[in-house]
């Protein structure tokens, strides 16, 4: 069975081919993530044709205003002084009845390029009309779903990114930033962007010190350092950090940090489970880098898999408290402490 291509390498096979001036009918870039679709039409708009040909050949189109008749007419037209024509539908995921595609696709016109940009919101998927054009996109010419990334493969892509640009990163500075930016790639790239510019010349590391200082993210008081520092009961370290968020609820809201270490007690209840303790397979098992082992293995030690349980049961309990289930006048800040506490008590 053949390996599923990652959505890096379905974007770099695609811009290889444009590179080459291979194209093909149709593209249909679908997906949560926004990122490599824009990427991608941003490309084939900027280099397909040059600026004279753009004039009379390339159109681009949104799907509240379009009509899949109004649609199938222009891709039906010749190029004017030019072997193609750019047809770029964009917010094609409004277009009514899609599958009425069909016929062009059946047929599509070899001059044209049409690109259908099909976003959808997170965690969605393709309806059953979109997947029908979809299929058909496959076969007249080609076709992408791009899902965002699971969140234990963001700073793997941080690390990546940044190696392409010249710039190194540390496994926890790149962790750190996944744990406040997400998994949104777009979000991503344009503070990464803004992190690579503040560098001092000659400077290749980005280290916690420049995220604090030019993105905001405390180097020494957030997420990450308050799910290590619960982990290893260390209590002032913690109380440092919960007064810390206390004092910065917008910007630090407590569910946020129960997500973060819901996630962090997975990883540790998880381990308790493997078999195979070497570093390289609970790196695999876990999905977090060699370089964090030490730290959840420690971690299992003080944290029994009983313990785990009654921790998730206290995620679970100041969840709802903090949307305000059975409690009406505790502010989120001392939420929060009480939590911490319980946990590591």
């Known amino acids: 069975m053949a390996k599923r291509k990652s959505i890096e390498e379905s974007y770099s096979e695609i811009i290889g081919e444009l590179n080459k001036k291979i194209y093909k009918p149709i593209y249909y870039l679908a997906g949560d993530e926004y990122y490599y679709i824009d990427l991608i039409t941003d490309y084939i708009a900027e280099n397909v044709l040059s600026e004279s040909e753009k004039a009379f050949n390339q159109v681009v189109l949104y799907g509240r205003d379009v009509t899949i008749p109004a649609l199938i007419d222009v891709a039906r037209r010749f190029p004017m002084m030019s072997n193609y024509q750019v047809v770029i539908v964009k917010e094609a995921q409004v277009i009514k009845n899609i599958d009425e595609l069909e016929i062009y696709l059946n047929a599509p016109q070899k001059t044209t390029i049409l690109v259908l940009n099909y ?7 393709l309806t059953a009309k979109a997947k029908k054009i979809f299929d058909l996109s496959v076969k007249a010419g080609a076709a992408l779903e791009f899902k965002r990334l699971y969140d234990n493969q963001v700073p793997v892509w941080i690390t990546t990114y940044l190696k392409s640009k010249g710039i190194d990163i540390a ?3 790149a962790e750190l930033l996944r744990d406040y930016l997400g998994n949104d790639l777009s979000k991503i790239v344009n503070e990464l962007e803004k ?3 503040t560098l001092p010349t000659e400077t290749k590391r980005i280290t916690p010190e420049h995220i604090e200082r030019n ?3 405390s180097k020494d008081y957030n997420r990450f350092e308050l799910n290590k520092a619960i982990a290893q009961r260390d209590v002032l370290k913690a109380n440092r950090i919960v ?15 129960i997500v973060s270490l819901y996630q962090y007690f997975r990883k540790i209840f998880t381990y308790h489970f493997i078999q195979d303790k070497s570093e390289r397979n609970v790196s695999l098992q876990l999905g977090v880098n060699p370089f964090f082992i030490a730290e959840y293995r420690q971690a299992a030690r003080l944290f029994t898999k009983q313990k785990c ?5 206290l995620l679970r309990e100041y969840d709802m408290r903090s949307k305000g289930w059975n409690n ?5 800040g001392e939420l929060l402490r009480e939590l911490v506490f319980k946990i590591i008590h």
């Open 328 to 332: 009406e006048s505790v502010d989120q």
């Open 215 to 217: 993105i905001g993210i």
């Open 309 to 313: 349980m009654q921790v998730f049961a």
């Open 171 to 173: 496994p926890a500075p």
């Open 243 to 257: 007064n810390y968020f206390a004092s910065n609820p917008a910007a630090n809201p407590i569910q946020a940090t």
């Open 195 to 197: 992190l690579i510019v």
């Open 119 to 125: 976003k959808l919101a997170p965690g969605a998927s």
